[in-house]
């Protein structure tokens, strides 16, 4: 089992940035993606971005060029820096966790852009 704590978010102007963290413990070294998702209200939870064990990344479309994924391995950490916020990027923020063994799921995050 992996247990993951996020933090970082926050109520932020447009145009702004915010880098939001996601520290994993536990069983992790059967690690194959760790990233991060995003649900704003009424809509479905969606793929912000996600790094593979060997460092391959993955974004959404709507992202890119803005947010870059990253990871510390030796503190078992995974960022999300997000620049050029817009107020569509207001969501909770999942951190998400896939190995051999299963998924895992952080708390959620809150984000907010204010326009």
């Known amino acids: 089992q992996v247990q993951l704590v996020e933090s970082g978010g926050g109520l932020v102007q447009a145009g702004g940035s915010l880098r939001l963290s996601c520290a994993a413990s536990g069983i992790i070294f059967s690690m194959k993606t760790m990233g991060w998702y995003r649900q704003a209200p009424g809509k479905q939870r969606e793929l912000v971005a996600a790094q593979t064990r060997g460092g391959s990344t993955n974004y959404a479309d709507s992202v890119k060029g803005r947010f870059t994924i990253s990871r510390d391995n030796a503190k078992n950490t995974v960022y999300l820096q997000m620049n050029s916020l817009k107020p569509e990027d207001t969501a909770v923020y999942y951190c998400?966790?896939?190995?051999?063994?299963?998924?895992?799921w952080g708390q959620g995050t809150q984000v907010t852009v204010s326009s």
């Open positions: 998400n966790f896939r190995s051999v063994m299963g998924e895992s």
